[in-house]
C-alpha cells in the first residue's frame, strides 16, 4: 500500500472530509487571503461570517445522501457512547466548555478601540472653487497647460521641481504615498500609482484637492485627519497645474477627461486608464 | 585615504562616461535614473537634485566614489552588491526608499551601472574590489557577561566619546560631527536600530564596525584587530552590545495607550518604580510639512508614551531621545550648520541665526470628548484651527515648567489657568517627563474631562532647540487614542462561568441521551 493511496483511503471519510474542509477554508481566510496583492487582513466578525458559510456547506454535503449522513454520524457517535472512547468523550466535553468559557471572558472585557475611521476617499467636489481670490469653476474644467503642446517639456520639468521639492516626503519617491514621512499620517497619504487614485480623478478634481488640501474636504472626508497641506497658500495656480502634469506623466495614468454635451447639457466624466 | 584633487583632475582629463565604460550600456539606466533619481541625486550625480536641499542627511553624491555601507575596507569602492543592496532595500532613517517591487530586477541593474559611470574610480578596472571576509557571530550567546565585554570595548575604543554613555548619539564631541562635504551629521542613536542605513541586526553592526562609514567620521576599527588591542571576537561582543540597546523588534505602531487603574496615587516622578511594569507605547513623529515655516528635519523621531490612573488623576509619561539638554551653548554652531543645510520657507532670505532655543512637548486633546457619528469627529490634528481650538498640555525645558492652554492653529496658544503638574528628568540623552492632571476639572467648557472606558483624542508635538525648532518648525504626529481602563469588576467572572456551566450540561445530556439510544439499539 503507497502512501498516496492510504491518504485517500483516509480522507474518503465524510466526517475527516468536513473537518479538513474546515480547517483548510480556515487557513485560507485567516493566512492567505491578506497576502494577496490589494488584498488586507480579515476582521474576526468577517472571518466567523465565512466558517458559518462554510460549515452550512459541508452540513448540506454531508446530509445529502443517506449513507455518506450516516458515515458521518459514526465517529461523532462513537465519540459519545462507546466505552472505550471515554477519555476523548471526557477531553471534548472539557474542551468545548473551556472554549465556551473563553469566549464569554473575552465578550464581557471588551477594551476601548479606536473608533473607526469611517473616511469618503473621493467625496463630491464642488462646482466652483476660490483660488487665491480668483473664482474658478471646477465643472468641465481641463488642465490648461495640455493646450501648450511646445511648452509642455517645460511645463513638466517644472511640476518634477515642485514635486520633489513639496510632495515627496508623504507621497515618495515612487508616487506610491510611501514617502519617508508618511508613517506619521492617518489617514496615509496617497498613493498616485494605484488604480483607485488619480486613474480615477479628472485633472480638475486633483487641482481642487491640491488647492485645497485637507482642511478643504467636506465633512465625510473626515478633514480633522487629512495632513494634506492648503497648496494655494505656498504653489501659484501654473505650479499645481505642471505637478498634476507630472503625476500623470510619471505613473502613466490617463486623467479622467469631461465628456462634451451640445449646449444646454453640462457635462460628464468620462473613464480615464493606464497606457 | 582617496587624493580628492587626484581625483577632480582625473574626471576633468577623462572622456565622457559612455566612453570609458565601452563594454556596458548605460542609455537603459541612464533613462531609469533621469526618471526616478534625479530629483534627489541630482542630472550629474553630485547629490544636488531639486529636492537634496530638503533632506538631512542629504542624497548621495555618487561623483566622488564614496559610500558608507559597504562590505569593502575603509577607503576601498562598495562592491556591485553594497550598492544593490542600498537601492533595492533603500536606507532606512534617510529619505531613500528601497526599489525592490518598485523597479524591475532589469532596471535596479542597468541604474547601478549607470551610478558608477558618475565617478571614475569604478573606470579604474586595474582595482579590483574584493569584499572583506566576515566571520560568524561568536557562541556563547548575548547574556550579561558577552555585553559586558562589549560595553568595556564600547568605552576604551571611544564609541561613547560620540555616541554617547548611554548610546543615544549625544556624546561630548557629537556637536562637532560633519561629514566630507562639511554637512552637520549626527552620530547615530543607537536606541533606534531601525533607523540604521545599514540595517539594525547584529551582523550589520559588526559589518559597520569593521568598514567604518566613509566620509563620515565613523571610523573603521579593522585596525585595532591588526594591532591586536582586541579580537575579532570581542569586536562582536560589542556590535552584540550596541545591538542590546534597541528593542528586539522595531517598535509597533498602535492606536490606543491604555492606561491601567492602579491602587494609591498616580506617580508624579518619571523615575518612579511604577512605570516599570507599565507598557509603553511608540508613537513616530515626522516634520511639520504643512503650514509655514516648513521643518524638512526633525530631530524628534518619535515618542514612547506610558499612562495610568487612579480612579482621580492622570500620569502619562513621555520620554524621548534628544541628545542636547537645550538650550546648550556647546551646540550653537552645529545648529547653525543645519539652519544652513536644510531649506526653509524662507529660501530667499539667508539661512537664520542659531538661538539657545529651549526643548519643547506639547500633548494635544481636544475640548471636549467627540460626541456622535461614532466618536470619531476631532478638531484639525496639527493643533486645531480658529474657530475649532484644541486643549493642550506644553512643557518647556528652560524656564523648567509645564502649563494648559487652547491652540488656534500653530500660531495661537492662550494659557489657561489650570496647568498640569510637570516632572521631568534629563538622562544621557533622553528626556523623560510625567505630566499629571485630575481626570475631572472645573473648566469643563476648555479642558477635556478624562472619562474611563472612552476613546479620548491625543497627539503629541516635540521640539529640540539645539536643532533650531521653536514655533512652527517642529515634529509632529497625527491624532491617537488613550484609553482609562477600569479594574476588572469582580462580576466578570460570572457569566463566562454560567456559560461554561449551561455547555457542560447540555454537553452530558446529549452523551447521556445518545447512550440511552444507543444501549437500547443494541438490545433491540
Known sequence: MNLPSAIRRYAEHPFRQAVGILVLAYIVVVWVVPVLPGSAIVPKSVVLQYMVTVLVGVLIYVSDNEERWHRFKEPIQAVLVEPRLKLVRAAVLAGVTALVGLVAYGQVTTSVAAPPNLRSIHPAPPAEITFRGKAITLTGLENPLRQHTDSLAAYLAEGKRVYYQNCLPCHGDHLDGQGHFAPGFNPLPANFQDNGTIAQLTESFVFWRVAKGGPGLPREGTPWNSAMPVWEDFLTEREIWSVILFLYEQTGWKPRTWEKTEPGGGSRETGGGHD | MIDVGAAVALIVMLPSPASRLPMQDTTRGKAVYVKWCAGCHGDTGAGDGVAAAHMLPRPRNFTGGLYKIRTTASGQLPTDADLLRAIDEGLPGSA?????????????????????????????????????????????????????????????????????????????????????????????????????????????????????????????????????????????????????????????????????????????????????????????????????????????????????????????????????????????????????????????????????????????????????????????????????????????????????????????????????????????????????????????????????????????????????????????????????????????????????????????????????????????
Not at chain 2, 413 to 438: I, N, S
Not at chain 2, 475 to 496: C, E, K, M, N, Q
Open chain 2, 96 to 524: 531613500m526608499p528601497g526599489w525592490k517591487g518598485r523597479l524591475s530586477d532589469a532596471e535596479r541593474r542597468s541604474v547601478l551601472a549607470y551610478i558608477k559611470t558618475f565617478s571614475s574610480f569604478f573606470a579604474d578596472t586595474s582595482q579590483h574590489v574584493v569584499p572583506l571576509k566576515f566571520s560568524s557571530p561568536p557562541g556563547g550567546g548575548t547574556g550579561a557577561d558577552a555585553l559586558k565585554v562589549g560595553r568595556q570595548f564600547y568605552d576604551s575604543i571611544g564609541c561613547r566619546k560620540c555616541h554617547g554613555d548611554q548610546g543615544r548619539g549625544d556624546g561630548p564631541s557629537a556637536p562637532t560631527l560633519k561629514d566630507d562635504a562639511d554637512f552637520p551629521i549626527f552620530a547615530a542613536d543607537l536606541h533606534q536600530n531601525w533607523r540604521f542605513r545599514g540595517g539594525g541586526a547584529v551582523e550589520d553592526i559588526y559589518r559597520r564596525l569593521r568598514t567604518g562609514l566613509d566620509g563620515t567620521p565613523m571610523p573603521s576599527f579593522a585596525d585595532l584587530i591588526d594591532q591586536k588591542f582586541l579580537t575579532d571576537q570581542e569586536l562582536w561582543r560589542l556590535a552584540q552590545y550596541v545591538r542590546s540597546l534597541s528593542p528586539a523588534a522595531p517598535p509597533e505602531v498602535r492606536d490606543v495607550v491604555h492606561a491601567p487603574q492602579i491602587p494609591g496615587t498616580v506617580p508624579a516622578s518619571p523615575d518612579d518604580s511604577t512605570w516599570a511594569r507599565v507598557a509603553r507605547y511608540w508613537f513616530p513623529l515626522v516634520g511639520q510639512v504643512i503650514h509655514k515655516s516648513r521643518w524638512f528635519a526633525p530631530a524628534v523621531s518619535g515618542v514612547w508614551v506610558q499612562a495610568v490612573h487612579d480612579g482621580k488623576r492622570l500620569a502619562l509619561r513621555v520620554s524621548w531621545d534628544d541628545r542636547t539638554e537645550s538650550p546648550d551653548t556647546a551646540w550653537l554652531k552645529f545648529e547653525q550648520r543645519i539652519l544652513q543645510t536644510v531649506a526653509g520657507d524662507d529660501s530667499g532670505s539667508p539661512p537664520p541665526q542659531a538661538e539657545p532655543w529651549p526643548d519643547q512637548l506639547a500633548v494635544q486633546f481636544p475640548r471636549r470628548l467627540p460626541e456622535g457619528s461614532g466618536g470619531m469627529e476631532r478638531p484639525y490634528f496639527l493643533m486645531g484651527g480658529a474657530t475649532d481650538p484644541v486643549y493642550q498640555w506644553r512643557w518647556i525645558s528652560r524656564p523648567r515648567h509645564a502649563f494648559a492652554g487652547l491652540a488656534r492653529g500653530i500660531e495661537r496658544f492662550d494659557t489657561l489657568p489650570g496647568a498640569p503638574a510637570g516632572q521631568a528628568t534629563y538622562d544621557r540623552g533622553e528626556w523623560r517627563l510625567v505630566l499629571t492632571r485630575a481626570l475631572a476639572t472645573p473648566d469643563t467648557a476648555n479642558e477635556v474631562q478624562l472619562e474611563a472606558g472612552r476613546a479620548i483624542p491625543l497627539a503629541f508635538f516635540a521640539w529640540d532647540g539645539s536643532s533650531g525648532e521653536h514655533g512652527s518648525r517642529m515634529a509632529v504626529s497625527t491624532w491617537y487614542f488613550l484609553a482609562l481602563d477600569r479594574p476588572t469588576p469582580p462580576g466578570v467572572f460570572i457569566s463566562p462561568v454560567l456559560a461554561m456551566l449551561v455547555t457542560l450540561g447540555l454537553g452530558l445530556v446529549v452523551v447521556r441521551r445518545a447512550q440511552r439510544r444507543g444501549g437500547a439499539r443494541h438490545i433491540s
